[in-house]
Structures are given as C-alpha cells and as structure tokens.
C-alpha cells in the first residue's frame, strides 16, 4: 500500500472544499491587485474594477 504522505498524488480530493480560485493579477506585469483597483499599483496599467483585467480601452 503507497503512504497517501509520502506521495500526495495519491491523497483524494476533498468534496466539501472548494476550488481554489486565482487571486486577480495584472495582465501586464502579473502583480497581484485588489478587486475594485482601477489602475496597477506596480505598473499603472488600467484595470477593469470588477475583475482586475485590463480595462477595454486599454491599449497594449
């Protein structure tokens, strides 16, 4: 029998415990932003407040 420690490959998922979800992130430097920013604080790229992507009238 394989150690589920040893090898956590092995160990079955949770049921009860979401997904994890991915953190929202500068699609042009990849820092890491709050959701309702409107600009990158690294890069001051505009962001979409909703979501942290990049603002539909960005240019790139």
Do not use: I, W, Y
Request: charged share 15%; proline share 15%.
């Amino acid at each position: 029998m394989t150690d589920p420690v040893a090898n956590p490959a092995t160990v079955p998922a949770e049921p009860d415990r979401p997904a994890a979800v991915a953190a929202p992130h500068c699609s042009k430097c990849g820092e890491g932003v709050s959701a309702g920013q409107r600009f990158c604080t690294a890069c001051g790229h505009p962001l979409d407040a909703a979501s942290g992507a990049p603002h539909p009238d960005a240019t790139a």
